[in-house]
């Protein structure tokens, strides 16, 4: 299952956070949406030591506080480059580059070394969120960028893929 949040209402919450915490608090109300999700033990996430102020290692330790499930962190030890390759290779780079990023959220420079108090002083509400769930194949659309002069190009994905999006003018 893939599971959709809208995250503007949890962002708006989080403004009133101090600057230097909402990256954490914005990982809490997250890894806390995770949690409310019955039926799962994990959560996957594609945090990279070091690559954000919310993943150096004093960071995730606070953060694995606030989960009730085991964090699963497949790219921890990747550098970005290395993670970018691999969404490329399983067509899901294009993709990624569509989605909101709300790193954005503070103004100067954030914590990288949170204190657990703190952050538990300012954690928001995430009770109402809605989550929507998705079952079965999701069509992340692959950016398919074919060029050929002769020959025949036998398309393999499925059809509704093809459909939605076909190879253009071959």
Do not use: W
């Amino acid at each position: 299952s893939f599971f959709h949040v809208d995250a503007k209402e949890v962002v708006k919450r989080i403004m009133e956070v101090p600057d230097r915490l909402r990256q954490i608090v914005l990982k809490v109300a997250f890894y806390q949406i995770a949690n409310s999700i019955e039926g799962y033990t994990a959560i996957g996430t594609g945090e990279a030591l070091s690559q954000k102020s919310s993943q150096t290692l004093q960071s995730l330790a606070v953060l694995n506080t606030f989960s009730e499930k085991i964090v699963l962190r497949p790219v921890i030890g990747m550098d970005k480059i290395e993670v970018m390759d691999i969404a490329q290779k399983i067509g899901t780079y294009a993709a990624s580059q569509k989605v909101t990023e709300y790193c954005g959220i503070s103004k100067g420079a954030v914590t990288t070394v949170p204190k657990l108090e703190e952050i538990q002083e300012h954690i928001v509400n995430v009770s109402d969120v809605k989550i929507e769930t998705y079952k079965g194949i999701i069509n992340l659309k692959p950016v398919i960028d074919v060029k050929v002069t002769e020959g025949i190009v036998v398309d393999i994905r499925d059809e509704y893929i093809q459909e939605e999006d076909p190879l253009g003018g071959l």
